[in-house]
């Protein structure tokens, strides 16, 4: 079973403040450099320079970051990871990075995307921006810009839907399955 916490305009306006508020504390776009985590956060991090561009005239560097070979929950599993390709076509050395991702859940996503960062380079400072957190966190991360807080228990599932990668926009909880 599943129930609808966001819809497409929700969404959008979630965007829209998160840009605004990207603006605001780095005194415009000129210094910013956008990163998305694969997958959903590289469609979000697409939609927050689309939007600051529209506000402030300004493109924004854009980047794509793939962090399977950073992850900590790969150790233990038979599993072969799915690489994809890390898209960052800039310099981050004295840049401001918004690092994007859909969902901000235990942490150890941003830990791993941090982790892979420092490999490109030295930035002035890493803010984090997500469309939901959710609460639980193991690791002392907390995001600077946030879409909309969606407490769930840990057993429940929150998902993401964008048009970009799933046809439609939306968030989603679903309950857990017996």
């Given amino acids: 079973m599943s129930s609808t916490l966001l819809n497409s305009k ?4 979630a965007v829209s403040r998160i840009s605004h508020e990207i603006l ?10 956008l990163v998305g985590i694969r997958t959903r956060g590289a ?8 939007r600051i561009k529209e506000i402030e005239n300004v493109t924004a560097a ?3 970051l793939d962090i399977t ?10 599993r072969k990871p799915e690489l994809k390709k890390t898209e960052i076509p800039f310099a981050l050395e004295g840049k401001h990075i918004i690092l994007c991702d859909d969902v901000l859940f235990t942490g150890r996503t941003i830990r791993a995307a941090i982790d892979a960062l420092m490999d490109f380079g030295r930035p002035s400072s890493v803010q984090l921006a997500v469309l939901i957190d959710r609460g639980h966190r193991e690791l002392p991360i907390r995001p600077d810009y ?7 228990a840990k057993s429940k599932r929150v998902q993401v839907l964008l048009t970009e990668e799933d046809g439609e926009d939306g968030v989603v909880i679903q309950e857990p399955s017996n």
């Fill in 10 to 13: 929700d969404i959008s306006r």
């Fill in 62 to 64: 854009h980047g794509v």
């Fill in 69 to 78: 070979l950073y992850r900590d929950d790969l150790a233990g599993g038979n």
């Fill in 43 to 50: 469609v979000l991090s697409k939609r927050l320079r689309e």
């Fill in 146 to 152: 946030v879409g909309k807080n969606i407490p769930a």
């Fill in 24 to 33: 605001e504390r780095n005194h415009g776009a000129n210094n910013i450099a």
